[in-house]
């Protein structure tokens, strides 16, 4: 094994080749979350629609609703709620008009009244019952929208698990393309630099706040240090520099969140230590865990969030593997 603070140039440039190849990959996913997040709402009102425009000009007879968690919310026919609604299982009936937006954490929505705002549904159903009208976008993450014959949708369907299905991490959908480019890099990674991997992977598991810390910190600071490169015309060259260390640096952080997850599950099913070869199962079957764990509603977000931030840290502070940072706490296997 050589030194941890020698330079290695095949792994520099590999680095940088992961980097330059997960470009495209973060571009269409900044689109694909762009345009989920801040989609505008395109209403298309049209003679063939049936509903009145005189309905929106009738008073509020009711707001401020509280966020419900459980039961059953009831908007009757001649009540007007002009709230925000955020409703965390349960049900929900709409038979008069909801003047607002509406969250809802799994549960089912039952709409034959009118809805003036967006639908946005993590793991739960919408259905549009004759006689219902939504003048609004509906955005479903894990979820089912079932329109019947006599339902007017005013906007747009957005199945963002669909999206997630093939843009890697976007929330809830299990991701296909996310484990055919994640795993073959992780064994491509671990089979030439298993060092680096090996000391990214300690970093993670022996340092996990100071890895969050470092990695959050970072995260803050370098949209606004790109931007100002990016203002710098001269600098543009070093921003793109900047850009690829940093796309390389979460690649690298991923594998080792992952090789380190994997191999948890291996020591929790067998009671066999980890050899060099099993580890190559321990790094797929730890992104296949990431994966699964991503897609859940909601909790998703935060555990895509925290292995993004951690393995970011955890690189950074081993300087991309090539030193170990700390005293270990046992034996490290390259």
């Given at each position: ?6 330079k ?12 330059t190849?997960?470009i ?10 762009a ?14 629609h ?7 000009a009738i008073k ?6 509280p ?10 026919r ?10 965390f ?5 709409i ?12 549960g089912?929505?039952?709409i ?14 919408v259905?549009l ?10 955005h479903?993450y894990?979820?089912q ?5 006599g339902a007017i949708?005013?906007g747009r ?11 890697g991490?976007q929330?809830?959908?299990f991701s ?5 480019v ?14 680096h ?6 970093t993670v598991?022996?340092?996990?706040r100071?890895s ?6 970072t995260?803050l600071l ?6 100002l ?10 921003a ?19 090789w380190?997850?994997?191999e948890q599950?291996?020591?929790?099913l067998?009671?066999?230590?980890v050899?060099?070869?099993s580890?190559y ?14 897609s ?7 555990v ?15 300087r991309?593997?090539t030193r170990?940072?700390g ?5 490290l296997?390259?």
């Open positions: 094994m050589r030194q941890a603070g020698q290695n140039p095949l792994s520099w440039f590999l680095l940088v080749a992961v980097g190849f997960l495209p990959a973060s571009l269409i996913l900044t689109i694909v979350t345009s989920a997040f801040f989609s505008e709402v395109t209403p298309a009102a049209t003679a063939a049936a509903v009145d425009l005189h309905e929106e509020c007879t009711a707001s401020n609703h966020p419900s968690f459980g039961g059953t919310v009831v908007v009757d001649n009540t007007v709620l002009c709230s925000e609604l955020m409703v299982g349960g049900m929900v009936m038979h008069g008009q909801l003047r607002g937006n509406l969250l809802a954490f799994g089912t929505i039952a034959d009244g009118g809805v003036f705002g967006d639908i946005t549904v993590f793991g739960g159903s259905t019952q004759p006689g219902a009208y939504v003048r609004g976008s509906i479903l894990g979820g929208e079932v329109k019947t014959p949708l005013d369907l957005d199945d963002h698990s669909q999206h997630s299905l093939y843009f991490f929330g809830p959908g296909i393309c996310y484990l055919l994640m795993i073959p890099l992780s064994l491509l990674f671990l089979r030439f630099l298993p060092e991997a090996t000391f990214v992977r300690a598991e022996q340092h996990v100071r969050f810390l470092v990695g959050l910190l995260c370098a949209p606004a240090v790109l931007l490169l990016l203002a710098l015309i001269v600098a543009i060259p070093v793109l520099i900047v850009l690829i260390g940093l796309l390389a640096a979460w690649v690298t952080g991923i594998i080792a969140v992952g380190s997850i994997g599950i291996m020591q929790a067998t009671s066999r230590p050899t060099r070869r580890r199962i321990a790094v797929a079957l730890g992104q296949v865990a990431l994966a699964i764990f991503c859940l509603p909601v909790i998703g977000w935060f895509s969030i925290g292995a993004s931030v951690i393995g970011l840290g955890a690189v950074l502070l081993s991309f593997g170990l940072y005293r270990p706490r046992q034996l296997q390259m």
